[in-house]
């Protein structure tokens, strides 16, 4: 845009010039004043700074609305309306704030002499002109050229945009002229007087984003260029890399380049395989006919070529830390949802496997009967954790329970279900029957949201309500899921539930299943083999950290403190629940850069290992998985103390404290044909003192062998498996 001129021909200056000199005006004021600070903002009248303007530019036409425009554009100066007043016989209704630390080239250590110093250098450099562009920042757009076509696609497209070079000084726009262009080898330049055309260039394939020079008689300016396009070069390879349909270079943006080649080969018949590889579709099942191994509960494609990607993940999946699969490469790279964290986990021809998936596991809460999917990301893969399709998953206000615990135990993933539901929303169940099993822990955990009443009265068939935003309620039967019609809420049978007799909203008025007991348990006679009946409650509760804690990235010093803070109040802890105390008591605190699992574990994992080494603090692999995440720490001299689950899942309380609550049932007398059955009732027992259902998922598994070591002639009950790492 060229320079408008006054009336007597001397041109205006441009904008950036106006601000530069009402800046020049403070920062004059601030030199000729001993007490200047960059901390004290300045104020003056707008026709002092307008007097002060047309001392500077003499042959330039001002006037009051040029000052006011140039300090709305000036970061440092703001304008407000004051009283009027009469300066030097003009009538003034503005006053102009400068604030000195946002004044070019200024520090916030500045005093007088620099002020001064700074006004002098900008004088100094004269009414000179300077580049400017018109934009910053190009994105190169198609432009379709009339007449010309090419033998693939058909009409000739071509990539272009435009910069304008202008005086961004003092002067015309005349006064800038250009001398020549810089720019990358994926872009070429035409250059028309002061108009620039910038242009793609067709050997490049893919997406760039690169820096163009503009150099001047007055100076360089410089613009960000963009150019995102790709045309699918001929190719016969097949499986095929994005990589090698791009063109290579420093600016290449691989991610975007990588999402155009990954749309552009779905929509011509391709599927993604790991590492940025695509495969013709003629190779895979037409059908592509899904078969469910029964074992692993995965689902894998009957062809072999095709990459297993998603899991209905399992107990055994979770204990293992192996996902059974097919059609990998060796190493697999799976991003988080975010694509913040990374996973590098092997594959061995049968299923992913090791460490890392185990971390993956334990950092994003990975449950059982949870779906894990994997899909294309940056040429490897994206896990998502996620609900498998199941009608429990229907999003409602509130949910209304008519059943018999029978029926919720039949129905699918009813129970990792209910908890999500009383996360956020209201729960009312009618059970037919005294005994509410897991219903017990639930009614400990969310006593505000679950509304239990029982009832010795048959309740009808099995179902469950879904009341809806719009007041409309669906009813769905258990445990199939299909929907009813006609069935109504037994609002007679649920009044008849006399609170004081019947209801459950708080865990004190559940029906007794113990007798008070002076110690942990009571312990049976020499030779019966019927546990005691549990006493939830009798075990000592567990305390939660909640203090601050040092930030990992601070002094390791204080790191180290903050754990051994933390292990005072909840040691002994696995490894797995002390990391995951310190990332929510570190992320408790605002304004603190939020620091990923991954980062968290590789600041962590050395300072642990050291303080062990050291003896600060004490390590050992109860589980026998090694890995150091998976062991046991606790301060040097620090007692086993059983204690209730807490906020605790089963994998995360230590075998020291399950030994202890194990060691005070008799040994078990080798009596034929009951060994079994003792067995399962003394496991259900340990499980329901730290306060588990019976039916915890893993629950037997985790107990049985611990039964086995305390009861078995062969290995006294004193023995541990435990090792010290060193």
Not at 58 to 72: G, I, K
Not at 84 to 105: F, I, M, T, W
Not at 609 to 635: N, P
Request: net charge neutral; hydrophobic share 40%.
């Amino acid at each position: 845009m060229r320079n408008a001129a006054g009336s007597d021909g001397a041109p205006r200056p441009a904008p950036d010039v106006l601000i530069r000199e009402v800046e020049v005006i403070f920062l004059e004021r601030l030199g000729r004043d001993p007490a200047a600070s960059a901390w004290l903002s300045v104020q003056c009248r707008e026709m002092d700074v307008l007097t002060a303007l047309k001392r500077r530019l003499p042959r330039v036409p001002l006037n009051v609305e040029d000052v006011l425009t140039a300090a709305q554009g000036s970061p440092a100066i703001t304008c407000r309306l004051a009283p009027a007043e009469v300066v030097d016989g003009q009538l003034s209704r503005h006053v102009l704030h400068c604030n000195p630390r946002k004044l070019p080239g200024v520090t916030s250590f500045a005093v007088q002499d620099d002020f001064a110093r700074l006004a002098r250098e900008f004088n100094a450099a004269g009414h000179q002109p300077a580049p400017g562009l018109s934009t910053n920042e190009v994105l190169l757009r198609a432009v379709q050229e009339v007449g010309k076509r090419s033998a693939n696609s058909g009409r000739l497209t071509r990539f272009e945009g435009t910069l304008t070079v202008r005086n961004a000084g003092y002067g015309s726009d005349d006064a800038i002229q250009v001398l020549r262009v810089l720019c990358p080898s994926w872009l070429s330049a035409t250059v028309e007087g002061r108009r620039i055309t910038l242009q793609a260039n067709p050997a490049f394939n893919g997406c760039y984003q690169g820096p163009v020079t503009v150099e001047t008689n007055a100076g360089a300016a410089t613009a960000f260029v963009t150019s995102r396009h790709w045309s699918c070069p001929p190719f016969t390879e097949d499986p095929v890399s994005w990589r090698t349909l791009s063109t290579r270079h420093a600016h290449l943006d691989e991610e975007i380049t990588a999402q155009l080649v990954e749309e552009h080969l779905l929509a011509a018949g391709y599927r993604a395989l790991a590492g940025g590889f695509f495969a013709k579709a003629s190779q895979a099942a037409p059908s592509r006919d899904v078969t469910t191994d029964a074992s692993s509960k995965s689902e894998t494609p009957s062809d072999p070529g095709v990459a297993t990607c998603t899991w209905i993940i399992t107990a055994l999946h979770l204990e293992e830390a192996r996902l059974p699969a097919e059609g990998h490469a060796q190493l697999v790279r799976l991003y988080s949802p975010d694509g913040m964290d990374r996973y590098d986990v092997p594959f061995d021809g049968e299923a992913l496997h090791g460490e890392a998936l185990a971390d993956l596991f334990l950092m994003w809460e990975v449950k059982a009967g949870r779906e894990l999917h994997l899909t294309p990301y940056r040429g490897h893969y994206q896990f998502e954790v996620r609900r498998p399709g199941t009608w429990l998953h229907m999003q409602a206000v509130e949910y209304r329970v008519v059943s018999t615990l029978q029926a919720l135990h039949r129905t699918p993933l009813f129970w990792d279900q209910v908890e999500d539901w009383l996360a956020t929303t209201p729960v009312t169940m009618l059970i037919q029957g005294s005994e509410v099993g897991l219903l017990r822990d639930l009614l400990q955990r969310f006593p505000e949201r679950l509304d239990l009443r029982t009832t010795t009265q048959p309740v009808g068939e099995d179902r469950i309500y879904f009341v809806m935003g719009d007041g409309s309620v669906k009813t769905r039967n258990l445990p199939e899921g299909q929907s009813l019609t006609g069935g109504q809420w037994p609002e007679e049978l649920w009044e008849q539930c006399a609170p004081d007799a019947h209801s459950h909203k708080a865990v004190s008025q559940l029906p007794p299943t113990t007798q008070p007991t002076d110690g942990l348990m009571t312990r049976p006679a020499r030779g019966d083999l019927t546990p005691p009946r549990a006493t939830v409650g009798a075990l000592d509760p567990y305390d939660m950290w909640s203090s601050a804690v040092a930030h990992p990235l601070q002094n390791p010093d204080k790191v180290l403190q903050s754990i051994k803070a933390i292990l005072q109040v909840e040691g002994p802890m696995v490894g797995h629940q002390l990391y995951a105390r310190y990332s929510q008591a570190a992320q408790a605190i605002k304004d603190r850069p939020a620091l990923s699992p991954m980062q968290l574990k590789k600041v962590l994992n050395p300072l642990l290992y050291t303080a062990a080494q050291r003896g600060e603090l004490m390590a050992e692999d109860e589980f026998g998985t090694g890995g150091q995440i998976g062991l046991v720490y606790r301060l040097p001299g620090q007692p086993t103390r059983p204690r209730l689950k807490g906020d605790r899942s089963l994998d995360r309380i230590p075998n020291s404290e399950l030994r202890a609550v194990v060691a005070s049932l008799p040994r078990n007398p080798k009596t034929p044909g009951q060994a079994k059955s003792s067995e399962l009732e003394q496991a259900v027992w340990v499980l329901e003192q730290f306060g588990f259902g019976r039916f915890i998922e893993g629950g037997l598994e985790r107990v049985r062998p611990l039964l086995r070591e305390r009861f078995s002639a062969s290995l006294p009950a004193e023995k541990s498996k435990r090792r010290r790492i060193s």
